[in-house]
């Protein structure tokens, strides 16, 4: 018989980590079609399910950078 290729158990997310997944998809689409305020509410929804998100912290810096808030950007 053929050997099957190894694969990699992924754990199952959990519900709030697939929230926070739909979250973040649906706030770099606002981010991406230039909606930032829509964005930013969506990334900080993020942070409230999991709070020290980096993808979500990074890309509400970019957003404060884009409004020219340098000091929330930071």
Do not use: C, M, W
Not at 38 to 55: D, H, Q, R, T, Y
């Amino acid at each position: 018989s053929k050997a099957k290729p190894a694969t990699i158990a992924t754990p199952k997310k959990t519900d709030e980590q697939q929230t926070a997944q739909q979250l973040h998809d649906a706030a770099l689409d606002s981010f991406a079609a230039g909606n930032l305020e829509a964005a930013k509410a969506g990334f900080e929804k993020v942070l409230v399910i999991s709070p020290g998100n980096a993808p979500a912290l990074i890309n509400l810096a970019l957003i404060a950078q884009r409004q020219r808030r340098y000091s929330a950007a930071e």
